[in-house]
């Protein structure tokens, strides 16, 4: 249940009613609630777990100086001692 709530409503533009239909008509809804209240439930445990999770990552990165090339971060934190440096852009022989 998991992974379909992740791919259909949290990473995609699906609704839990979306879920709730999936499950009757791929014939699961006999193994798995899938009435509109138990998918909310589901939802809203994995909203939490999602909250929980950011805070957590915040405070362990608190602090992390990140790699920063012409203003896009590519998410890779400095390692310890390292000073961010200008980005040297080389020019294509071709490019005039």
Known sequence: MTSA?????KAGIASIRNISDFL???GLSPFVASSFSAQRN?????????IEFAEKE?????GVE???VSGYSFGQPLKRGMSH???VNCQHPNDK
């Open 42 to 50: 589901v939802s809203e445990q994995l909203d939490k777990k999602i």
């Open 85 to 87: 440096r200008e980005n």
């Open 66 to 68: 990140w790699a920063n």
């Open 5 to 9: 709530h992740v791919s259909f409503t």
């Open 58 to 62: 915040e405070e362990r990165m608190r």
């Open 24 to 26: 009757e008509r791929s």
